[in-house]
């Protein structure tokens, strides 16, 4: 049963890529940079946001593959390369799952945090694309902070870049 939910994750997957495109071409000294209020620098920042999606999509669909885990705390960078291919299998994973996931089954209760923590699927699924998106923005401020301009990832140029509306012209 279609949910509307996959849209979500289609909409993350793109904003994580645009992302991902404008960060390769930092050098290793902008992506080790860290400004206040951000999370940590660009490159801890991206190992954070895209381990955590593994980890709400292994949550959320059960059996995803998330080994070896992307830790924030490794010191070896991840190449650009491997951080895509880890964002779009996170999200093409939520992608199939919400297009086929029941309203009821978003309402089964999930125990979290080592069994600490109790809430129903659909938080960990809103989790997922929130986290993101909280995350991308932190990083953009980075960007700003660095002087370069931060791609646009809001849902107005995703409806533009990915979905080809916006404007009508006269």
């Not at 993350?12 to 000294?29: G, H, I, V």
């Not at 902008?30 to 190992?47: C, E, H, M, N, W």
């Not at 593994?54 to 070896?68: I, K, M, N, Q």
């Not at 999930?110 to 923005?137: N, S």
């Amino acid at each position: 049963m279609a949910t509307g939910l996959s849209d979500f994750f289609k909409y993350n997957l793109w904003a994580n890529l645009r992302l991902l495109d404008t960060c390769e071409q930092l050098t290793d000294a902008q992506l080790d940079a860290v400004f206040p209020g951000t999370y940590g620098s660009i490159r801890v920042t991206l190992k954070h946001m895209l381990g955590a999606e593994e980890g709400y999509a292994a949550r959320s669909v059960g059996g995803f593959p998330t080994t070896p885990p992307l830790r924030e705390d490794e010191e070896a960078p991840r190449s650009f390369t491997e951080l895509r291919e880890r964002a779009r299998r996170s999200s093409e994973a939520m992608i199939a799952f919400t297009e086929q996931v029941t309203p009821e089954q978003l309402q089964v209760i999930q125990l979290l945090d080592e069994g600490t923590y109790r809430a129903p699927l659909l938080v960990t699924v809103i989790q997922f694309v929130d986290h993101g998106i909280d995350h991308r923005t932190q990083i953009c401020t980075a960007l700003t902070q660095l002087g370069i301009q931060s791609p646009e990832l809001d849902i107005w140029a995703y409806n533009e870049a990915a979905l080809g509306y916006g404007e009508i012209k006269q």
